[in-house]
């Protein structure tokens, strides 16, 4: 289909202060735009009839509160894709994600923060690079239960990272959503949508799109990072 990703997979404009500091004529400038390289592409023959659509994959847009009302003021109605999975096969995922960062040795930790989180904010990235700078890691079992001591304790302001069971609380978060977006302009999903139905659920994202159906028979949907 005439659908093509930005330069990285997550881009992390909206909930990044640095990037989104840079403007939106920056954030365009993070897809393939220019009809002309793309026609030297092997896309060239879905672009013969049809303009693409540009589309990119940040999971942190949905958990952080503050970016539903950028992207609203970006283009109002714009068409939304959530997926949510497990609560609790997310949470562990997160947590072991992190600790075989942790377990892989201080160069790949460094390497991570001048990369990936020298861009996030610093009440992002700091709880995280503390996480990761810690002499053991703590069992998933603590974090857990510490995380939910912090917000039983209701304090005013509890740090977003590490989130591994708030990013599991979907309904506010999702709510935050339709605080900006009318349900039209929004579609949820579930994981296990992509995995057990992946061609019948490709198929409704295209039509929620609005986009000519596609044979997704000599496509590679192969399972990645999963």
Known sequence: PRLFCGHMKELGFFNRDKCYGRGWNWYYRQFPLRLGRLRRSRFFPYLQWARPLFFEASPDYLYYPFVAERIAR??????????????????????????????????????????????????????????????????????????????????????????????GLYYKQVTEIFRWFPKDAVMLLEDQDLR???????????????????????????????
């Open 74 to 167: 970006f283009r109002p109605g714009i068409p939304l894709i959530l997926m949510v999975r497990n609560p609790i096969e997310r949470a562990y995922s997160a947590w072991n994600m992190i600790r075989q960062i942790h377990s892989s040795g201080q160069e790949e930790i460094n390497c991570l923060i001048r990369t990936f989180y020298a861009e996030a904010n610093a009440e992002v990235a700091n709880p995280l690079i503390d996480l990761l700078n810690r002499k053991q890691f703590p069992p998933f079992h603590d974090c857990v239960v510490n995380e939910i001591n912090a917000m039983d304790r209701q304090q005013d302001w509890v740090a977003l990272e590490p989130g591994f069971v708030r990013r």
């Open 196 to 226: 057990l139905r992946r061609n019948e659920t490709l198929d409704q994202l295209l039509d929620f799109l609005k986009l000519e159906r596609f044979d997704w028979n000599g496509s590679d949907l192969q399972e990645r990072h999963v």
